[in-house]
Structures are given as structure tokens and as C-alpha cells.
């Protein structure tokens, strides 16, 4: 992999370090945090997260028949295959929203809705974030959406333990426990962030002046998704402000 850490990776620094800058996930994290703002923030996210998946299998595939077009039938064969097991993960993010709803309305008030929360419009960093797959995949250089699937796959293996840790300190297993979709990732994605660094490997043996080009699209992946979910706990805060007056 010495191509990926020398072409690849010093271009994904920035990003990556914003995993411990940025403010939001800092507050996520913070033993002083509100248990009714993180569980609001995790009943946002999940809601809203159905957006964010539900495309994922049609992406890695529309990907793979890209990299065919491109002379790459190797890879593009991968891709395929791999989209067939993103199917569906969408409703995994839907139940674990219903879950947490149905657990927040016998604790907590004002009473949720499911399906108005999954009515919401979505942010602007939601809809940059599918915007950023699109424009990517149709693009010159298809194989950044490999990129953007092992940046996020990074942001779930190095988040995804903390977040973890902090839900079941703060809001105890039975919440934790409900995340199914976030558990799944925790543990799925070590294995997806091999795979896409070995395709990257051999996507950037074959064009190692593209390298940079990749790591780019993954970076912005990144840094879109910590946005979001930056937007997430804004959103939870400020319908939750008179609990941070008490604080």
C-alpha cells in the first residue's frame, strides 16, 4: 500500500483530523453533555440518515460500470459485486429511528412521530453529500467514489467506538443497544476499508497522478458528513434549548 500512504493519505489529513476538532463531535463527546440532547441528536441522525444510504448500493454499482467504461473491468467487476451487499441498508437507520422514537415517547416528551421525522427536509449538507456521489461517479474520475466510501468507512471505525462508548455512558445499554446500524458499520466497515484501499491500491498503480484527485473527493466526503452531523446536534439543541440554559 506504499502508493496509497504516499499519493493517496496526505491528502486526507485535514480532513481526518477534523474527527478530533471539530466542535460538534467534541460536544458529542462531552461527559457534560445532556442526555435528552444526545438521544434527540441520535433520533435525528438515524431519521435523516435514510437519506444519506438508501442510494449507497446504486452508487457502488453505477461506479463499477463506470470503472468498465474506463478500461478497468477488474475493478469495475468488484464494485458490482460489492453493491449487492449494500442493498437495503437504509432500513436498518429506519428501525433503529423507530426504536429510539418509540423508546423517547415512553421517557421523554414532547411526543415524536416517525414518519413526520422521516418527512424532514434534508439539510444542506445532506443534499451536498448525495450531490458530491453524483457529480463524482458521472465525472472524469469514477474511482473518487471508492474514496468517498473509505473516508466514511475511516469516520465509522474512528468515531463509531467513541460515539458508542458515549451513548452507553450517558444514556445506558438499552439505549446502545438500538443502534443497530451504527453497530453493524463499527464492525462491517474495517472490512469495507481494506477492500476499497485495496481498490484504490490498484486504481492508483495503474494512474498515480490521480491520486490526489481521490483522496480529494474522499476529504470532501468527510468533511460533508461531519456537517451533518454537526446538524444533527444543532437541530437536537435547539429544540432542546431550555436544557441548555439549565446547564
Known sequence: ??????????????????LESDSSLRRLLDSSIKPAVLERFLIEWMSRAAYMTEPVDG?????????????MERLGEQ???????????????????????????????????????????????????????????EGPYPVGQIAIEREIGFLAVQFGPRLMQQVETVLGKEVADKLSFLNEHVVVDVGHTMLNEKMLQEAITRSPEQGRIY????ARAMTTYIRFLGDCLHIAEDLLAPLRAVA
Open 1 to 18: 500500500m506504499e502508493l496509497l500512504k504516499k499519493l493517496y493519505e496526505p491528502y486526507t489529513l485535514l480532513a481526518r483530523s477534523r
Open 59 to 71: 452508487w457502488i454499482r453505477r461506479t463499477g460500470q463506470r470503472c468498465i467504461e474506463q478500461g
Open 79 to 137: 464494485l458490482i459485486t460489492h453493491a449487492k451487499s449494500e442493498t437495503g441498508h437504509h432500513l436498518m437507520t429506519i428501525d433503529d429511528a423507530r426504536a429510539l422514537v418509540e423508546h423517547w415517547n415512553v421517557w421523554r416528551s414532547p411526543r415524536l412521530e416517525l414518519e413526520e421525522l422521516l418527512a424532514q427536509t434534508p439539510t444542506e449538507s445532506m443534499k451536498e453529500y448525495r450531490q458530491l456521489h453524483d457529480e463524482t461517479i
Open 215 to 218: 483522496a480529494e473527493a474522499g
